[in-house]
């Protein structure tokens, strides 16, 4: 009997060229069952869900709202119909998005390209999304037009070897290195078939057009100026397999399901309120989270604050008061317009809050805003504002409330239990806050038992990812910030050293081998992520030493072990990044406790106002600027006959409730 091959969703088969009547009438009425686990928006749809949490690849893709518990819209059909038209909405504006990018990657002002084709599987080897469509200049597509002209710089020829290649061409761009895996798949009736694939090296690097990386005893920074770069090959969706980094970076878990870049953002403010929406987005958004943006390029922009901005209100009305606050400063504005735009949102914000509190509900729209107007104030802002504000340990009563309803110390606990659950970014952030925070108070971090657990657990809380300190060392911070609380209590001095030895062994447990300090940058003169965060451990390291040391009693500044300590320290700090695009801002709590610590003509006072100086205006704002501010007081009355004040003791002499980090 002949047979014919005929397509079936799912696998190839073979079937017989006539089939009985009753078979075929069966085949005809059979009925495709549903999932009903699937998320709602793709029942909506009407499309296949993988069911991937904490969002499906589909609504990930096209930039939806992924919704697994059911909706207030799904019972009522003209919602329903809305929402659909909403979706609809979205997804164009993605797909338009999407298109418009493509199109300015094939344009004239970009380095040539090495590929334009678009990914055209979704069974690559690696776990990134993809989307199947066609390629958009390849001679492979459908839709190629083998009749126009090649864009420029794009060569139909396979690359030669880089060794072959000439000079790369005159332009702004920096050099780079890309790995490039190429994989072809055939379909027959959507049903992969084959699959080829190949890896090659592209170099646009010469040696003799770039001049060659600092060497160590040259500040960062001095060598490069104010024009370094971040790893322009980085992709923070292979970053966890990127070869240079040595583990996971740790995606957060955050409250919003779907990144959102600058142009899909549709924030709704008033008419006189525009300007102070965009001088944030332009201006402040850069300067909020540079170590994050050095690790997960673009992440802090599209995956925390602009997704926060569009759908919390209370949220959007503390951003526009530090907007606000950062043109007074940045602009030398004056008068009563631009005092009343800060006094305004800063109400608003504090208002909404409030009643939110009141009524109980939106819990993590009010953390966010609440840690918002506690982490913004350590960006912008100058230590002799005047303007009236409330204390930030007052709001950090209300953090610790609404993350103990929200339950997140028990989502890091399932941390250490299950792999695939993400880091809480607004746990993190607490964490961050509560840690240094305890310091600037002398008291027990709130949630120190937490760290405790971590600790032992070898757990990390994205704290490094975040701000750059290994996640070890910032629980040991958390310990000593402990046992200055009990020292202050009256702890007895002999059980008192007993637990210094023990963290100071601890801390010397997370020593790195020879030469893990090195040049953060690359041949390229790009930023290599894993080492800057390995140099920035460095200098914590070094301050949870000065710090420790600090507890002991009869504990002198002018003893030999602590001046070599604030000398170590000092060499660390040559391998951190300089400038305004320098990462000094992250090392706000290391300057404080290495500055307490250092002796009149030290060279940490020599290096450390020579990259003040380097930061300009950035070292007279946030909270850089107060801990200049506080360093400078420190040194005069430590210099002029009071050599054991404590920086604390100042801060409280002053009204300053600084929070440093």
Known sequence: MSTAVVGVTGNMATAPMVAPASTSAKQNTKMHRRSRTGCFTCRLRRKKCDEGKPACRACKHLGLKCEYKRPMWWGNNDQRKQQKEDIKTIIRRTKLSEKTAQMMSLGTETPPRLSHSVPTSDTYSDTRERTRAASVDSQYSLEFDFNRGTFEGYYPHPHPHPSYLGPPPP???????????????????????????????????????????????????????????YEEVYDPQTAIHSSELEGDLGYFDLAHTHPVTTQQAVIHVDECDQRLLDHFV????????????????????????????????????????????????????????IDNDIMRHRYATISE???????DTEHQQILEATLGMIFFQCTVGRPDDC?????????????????????????????SQASHISTPFNMTLTSWIDILGATMLGRTPLFAHN???????????????????????????????????????????????????????????????????????SATGAIKPAQLMENLTGVFRFAARIYLCSLVPGYDRHQNNIVDLVNKLTEVLEFIPAGPEGFDRSLVWPYLIAGSAATQGSSFRRVFQSRTDQLGEYSESGSFGRMVRLLQEFWRQADEGRPNVHWRDIMQQKGWDYLLI
């Open 353 to 359: 809050l409030c009643e939110a509190l009141a009524r």
């Open 387 to 415: 303007l009236p504000d409330i204390p930030w340990h007052q709001h950090f009563q209300a953090v610790v409330s609404l993350v103990q309803k929200l339950e997140l110390p028990q989502a890091l606990t399932d941390l």
């Open 282 to 337: 332009n201006n402040v958004l850069r300067l909020l989270f540079p170590v994050l943006e050095a690790t997960r390029t673009g992440s802090a922009r599209c995956e925390v604050v602009l997704p926060a901005l569009e759908s919390n209100r209370c949220y959007l009305h503390c951003c526009l008061s530090i907007s606000a606050l950062h043109m007074k400063i940045t602009q030398g504005l004056q008068g009563e317009q």
């Open 451 to 521: 760290y405790r657990e971590r600790y032992y657990s070898s757990s990390s809380s994205g704290l490094q990812e975040l701000m750059g300190c290994d996640d070890r060392i910032m629980y040991l911070i958390s310990e000593m910030a402990c046992l200055e609380s009990f020292k202050n209590e009256g702890m007895d001095e002999l059980q008192l050293c007993n637990h210094i030895t023990v963290l100071a062994t601890a801390l010397g447990q997370t020593e790195p081998g020879p030469g893990a300090i090195s040049d953060p940058y």
């Open 171 to 229: 332009g702004p761009f920096s050099p780079y290195d890309v790995d490039i895996k190429t994989e072809r798949q055939t379909f027959v009736n959507d049903v992969p078939t084959r699959r080829d694939s190949s890896l090659s090296t592209f170099s646009t690097f010469h040696p003799p057009q770039f001049a060659p990386p600092p060497p160590p005893h040259v500040a960062m920074g001095q060598g490069h100026g104010e024009s370094w770069q």
